[in-house]
């Protein structure tokens, strides 16, 4: 059943008020789309201030809490038919994807010729739809599967997830995906992401979940060079990034969860695995029934760094497809070069307060983004571009693989624990994507490749930089898990 808020009434008249039960118990999934209040062609060409996004605030939370009103009406507790409910679109009508296309044309070609002042999709880009009082939403037994699309045109802040969560006893799956790459306002990311991190503590984890993906979107900047901000926020001790330890600890309280993917690439820390401050209390802790754990890791830190560097011997085995490459090459070299000076000169390379349109948390100009592209790409990592020569695990990412390897032992019932990122094409890769990272398989899980003997050994398999190898206090956890007959294989790229 797939439905916007503007047709509330008519789903309430055809469920409610009809007379055939059928049509209430018959409801398996629920496709649900918001429609935001309009704006004038004025507003086109202003960014949202904050008296806008209060306006759209209360308006999704007013189309969430009818919609749970309808869904509870049908809600026969814990013998409820259970609804798959999925959150698709969020848009105004005078949005860029919701416009007539003759008008959009028009517009366009008036904007072209000077004779109109329209922002199109860059008047929302900086805002992120709040859900408003989740407390006041009735609690729904039957909905037992949530998906939510909040890395849409129109931004969700990825609390949404935990404030419906909270009101879903039986979920047993979640599927819910954000954005996570606010370069020019670092301040509007830590926020978002500590608010998240903030509720995710407070949850209590339902206790039927059984499948959690979270799909946390911070791709790489084009620039390498580029120093991103700290965004581990508050909510936790200093240097503690709050994202990976409430998703640390959520996971770890959810009695039923076996499989749990995070991905994007997701920008989490080694906190995602084990504390920074271990105590005997955490060191007890465990995923009891995790089966499936899955990362697909952003190359970018909470911190701001990088998990990769660039590759000191990438000339010793020059081979003709990287002759090809020399120009790229003394580019690398002369990155390097800044890439060292990066932390002193910050403001060439990356987020620096003093040269932002957004110094002291102001609203930007309503000129932002046109007059000023290049400023602009320079804020966000995309400016100058740069070959893509950051290739070998930096010590941060083999402390991630370390503490991955500690949190194993903690996962009794452990089948598969796939660890990775994705190194963009260049010459160091064969102008190939290819991953770096581990996937660990328990004794009697099957691989591609694998014989009838092998499959009955615990393995271990690492994609990794042409000469890398793990690093004996890494080697000596695997072993502990892996045992004697365990097998570790490499595939060099």
Known sequence: ????????????????????????????????????????????????????????????????????????????????????????????????????????????????????????????????????????????????????????????APAVTTGLMSRLPNLDTTDCSFWDMERRRPDNRRQLRSEFSKQLAQLSAPRDLKKFNLKM?????????????????????????????????FTQ????????????????????????????????????????FTVELSAVRPDGGWYTELDPNRDTESSDEEEEDEEDEDMDDSLDTVQKLSHSVASSSGYDSSDSFFAMDQLPPDYYGYEDKKRDARLNGEEPSTSNFRTKPAPELETFFLAAARAASHMPALKVLNVSHKVRPSGRTG?????????????????????????????????AHRGWRMSQELESQWRLLLGDDGIVKYTEW
């Open 1 to 156: 059943m797939s439905f916007s808020n503007d047709d509330l009434d008519k789903v309430k008249s055809i469920l409610l008020d009809s007379p055939y039960t059928y049509r209430r118990t018959a409801i398996r999934r629920v496709d649900f789309s918001i429609n935001l209040p309009a704006y004038d062609d004025d507003a086109c060409g202003r960014f949202e201030r904050r008296a806008d996004r209060h306006i759209n605030d209360k308006a999704f939370s007013k189309a969430m809490a009818d919609l749970f009103s309808i869904l509870a009406t049908i809600d026969a507790g814990e013998g409820s038919t259970p609804i798959d409910l999925r959150l698709q679109h969020f848009c105004s009508s005078m949005d860029i994807n919701r416009r007539d296309q003759e008008k959009l044309r028009a517009d366009e070609m008036a904007r072209s010729i000077g004779k109109r002042h329209d922002l199109f999709e860059l008047r929302y880009r900086d805002s992120y739809l709040q859900l408003l009082d989740p407390e006041s939403l009735p609690f729904l037994h039957n909905v037992t599967s949530l998906t939510i699309r909040g890395d849409t045109a129109r931004k969700l």
């Open 431 to 463: 102008r190939r994507f290819q991953q770096l990272g581990f996937r660990y398989m328990a004794a009697g899980t099957k691989y591609p490749g694998d014989g009838a003997e092998t499959r009955e050994l615990r393995r271990l398999y690492w994609n």
């Open 217 to 249: 979107i911070n791709r790489e900047p084009a620039n390498a060079n580029f120093i991103d901000g700290d965004v581990r926020g508050g909510f936790y001790p200093p240097d503690v990034d709050d994202l990976s330890t409430s998703l640390r600890l």
């Open 253 to 292: 309280s959810a009695p039923c969860l076996t499989n749990l993917k995070l991905s994007g690439p997701i920008s989490v820390s080694p906190g995602l695995f084990w504390p920074v401050v271990e105590t005997e209390q955490e060191a007890e802790r465990q995923w009891r029934e995790l089966k499936v």
